[in-house]
């Protein structure tokens, strides 16, 4: 069995995310993947700033979304945020994006994001030390 490490946050959908029908736009989606990792890395200690404090920046390089149902303005969504884990110095997480009152999923996708020296913006090709123990604390390794 494989070992899944996820985070649920919760987030309304705000005015300014809707069109003129009260739709939420398509490109908001990517915010909401924001909001998951963001939740994601306070939880288990690997948030943007844990990692600037390493040395790193940790760019995201790809993103895939499928979109199911729309979500309106005013509604509350729920995004589940799960690590996947590899060997490759790659941080990549999944989502599901659901509404919350109807529990429908409304959206799926992936991220994949890259190691940067922060200096000098320098790709890393193994995983920083701080990364592998983290990954040793949640018994990945």
Not at 117 to 140: A, G, V
Request: hydrophobic residues 35%; glycine residues 6%.
């Amino acid at each position: 069995m494989t070992k899944k490490l996820s985070d649920t946050t919760e987030v309304r959908v705000r005015f300014n995310e809707a069109d003129p029908l009260g739709i939420v736009w398509h490109g908001h989606y990517v915010r909401y993947f924001e909001d998951g990792r963001e939740a994601f890395g306070s939880k288990y200690g690997i948030g943007y700033l844990d990692f600037q404090k390493q040395g790193f920046i940790v760019p995201v390089v790809s993103i895939h979304c499928d979109y199911k149902k729309s979500l309106r303005y005013g509604e509350t969504m729920l995004i589940e945020t799960t690590y996947i884990h590899c060997d490759a110095a790659k941080i990549i997480f999944s989502y599901r994006v659901f509404n919350k009152d109807t529990d429908i999923l409304v959206a799926t996708g992936e991220s994949v994001q890259v190691f940067l020296d922060l200096k000098e913006s320098i790709l890393q090709l193994t995983n920083p030390p701080f990364f592998d123990e983290w990954k040793k604390r949640q018994k990945f390794t």
